[in-house]
């Protein structure tokens, strides 16, 4: 393994895409057409964006060894995603999700099997304590027996325990685990439930009293807000031709770690994941945010130029 690389934890999937007209309210019927089933996940996702940046980047997840796991695994090579650390159990199904796409927005459907609580393989421990950055969800960690022993030994070894923040991740903001994340990334839905009615300026000034680094909240078209204890980046969103919306915050976040890596500043990262999240929803698919950096900086300077000559 090359230093510094990124090791990331979460499921890989089948998305299954299907189109509708429009969205129905609960106990209605939605006459939807398929579409094409591409391989997601939301870690994997932004794993592959990192690996497009040539970040060297490890996937740890559980699968079986049928046919679908096994194009799950050729689509993360082409990307250049390493999975030598997915480990085989074929008591798993089929990892997916449902997604319905419609003028306004899409809908995602995630199918949760029961998942088996593991002990990690000595040698996925071992290359997890020497990664800079650990990207996963606190769903994710809490499949690990003692998981709140396993952050802390991760942080002792010097990495920087990264969460990617969404309402289904968390129970509530008493979870433990936000008192061990060096990065946390939240969506809208995941700062108000984490908020619980209180301001977000005062939820987020309390987690990096408590020790968190960063702090930033994707707010899809409307942009980004970005904290450090330091400094506070707000950006508006870039106007976009949008096609599909998945995958556009993990090309966010991963984009966001991928500039922490090169000891970017706060304003340089946001900018910089801003336009590559932009970028990722003109492109049908959840790896749509794949790219190399030269690409994004490109579409940085278009988005540039277009606002100049307004």
């Known amino acids: 393994m090359k230093e510094p690389y990124i090791a990331a934890i979460g499921t890989a999937c089948m998305d299954e895409y299907y189109c509708a007209e429009s969205w129905v309210e609960e106990g209605g019927k939605l006459l939807v057409k398929p579409l094409e089933a591409l391989v997601g996940g939301m870690i994997p996702n932004a794993a592959s964006v990192m690996a497009g940046y040539q970040d060297d980047i490890y996937l740890v997840d559980y699968m079986n060894d049928g046919a679908v796991s096994r194009k799950i695994k050729k689509n993360l090579n082409y990307y250049n995603v390493d999975t030598s650390f997915i480990e085989t159990d074929n008591r798993l199904e089929d990892a997916k999700c449902l997604i319905i796409l419609t003028k306004k927005e899409r809908t995602i459907f995630v199918v949760d099997y029961p998942k088996p609580q593991r002990i990690l393989p000595a040698r996925t421990l071992e290359m997890l304590r020497g990664a800079a950055f650990v990207y996963t969800t606190m769903t994710e960690l809490r499949r690990f027996k003692n998981y709140e022993l396993l952050a802390d030994d991760l942080r002792s070894h010097g990495v920087r325990l990264v969460f990617d923040v969404e309402d289904s991740t968390f129970q509530d903001e008493t979870d433990s ?70 995958g556009a ?34 492109i049908l698919g959840p790896k749509g945010g794949v790219a190399e950096a030269g690409a994004v900086e490109k579409y940085m300077r278009k988005q540039r130029e277009r606002k100049e000559s307004e």
């Open 177 to 246: 685990l936000f008192q061990k994340a060096d990065i946390l990334f939240f969506n809208r839905a995941g700062l108000d439930k984490y908020c619980h009615g209180s301001e977000p300026e005062e939820c987020i000034e309390k987690l990096l009293r408590g020790g968190c680094g960063i702090v930033v909240t994707t707010l899809g078209a409307e942009g980004c807000d970005c904290h450090s204890p330091e400094e506070h980046v707000r950006l508006k969103g870039l106007p976009a031709k949008v096609l599909d919306t998945t």
């Open 249 to 282: 915050g993990d090309t966010f976040n991963a984009s966001f770690v991928h500039c922490l890596m090169r000891g970017c500043s706060l304003s340089e990262a946001a900018e910089f994941s801003n336009a590559a999240a932009a970028r990722a929803t003109e």
